[in-house]
């Protein structure tokens, strides 16, 4: 094997462990929860959330909600961290290993996402 396919092939390794990681994903939600100072005949705990005007909305939940939508939350950036991975793999794979037409400028990640 020669070291550029092993290279791949590492790669590719590392593309399935991340898939297996995403297979494993339970309950996800966006947005934000947190637990405000106790108040006369409330809730302590709130979620907020952008729709998708970008308009900021909120709900109030009780403690097990509350509990149960931090963990989809933390599943939720979870997910987009590795989902982040997979991307970058995929652009290496891409400039790398997939032959592609004759370029004045050399193509860099960066170039293809610069986060």
């Keep these: 094997m020669s070291k550029d396919n092993a290279k ?14 995403l297979s494993r994903t ?12 106790q108040r006369a005949g409330g809730s302590r705990y709130q ?3 952008k729709d998708p005007k970008q308009k900021t909305l909120s709900l109030t939940l ?5 509990a149960w939508l931090k963990k989809a939350i933390a599943q939720h950036r979870a997910v987009e961290k590795i989902l982040a991975q997979m991307r970058r793999i995929t652009y290496q794979v891409l400039i790398k290993h997939v ?5 004045r400028k050399l193509l860099t990640l960066k170039t293809l996402h610069p986060i």
């Design 8 to 21: 791949r092939a590492a790669l590719e390794n590392r593309l399935r462990r991340l898939a297996r990681r």
């Design 26 to 37: 339970n309950y996800v939600s966006q947005g934000c929860v947190f637990e405000r100072k």
């Design 47 to 49: 979620w907020t959330w």
């Design 62 to 66: 009780s403690a097990k909600q509350y």
């Design 99 to 103: 032959p592609g037409p004759q370029r």
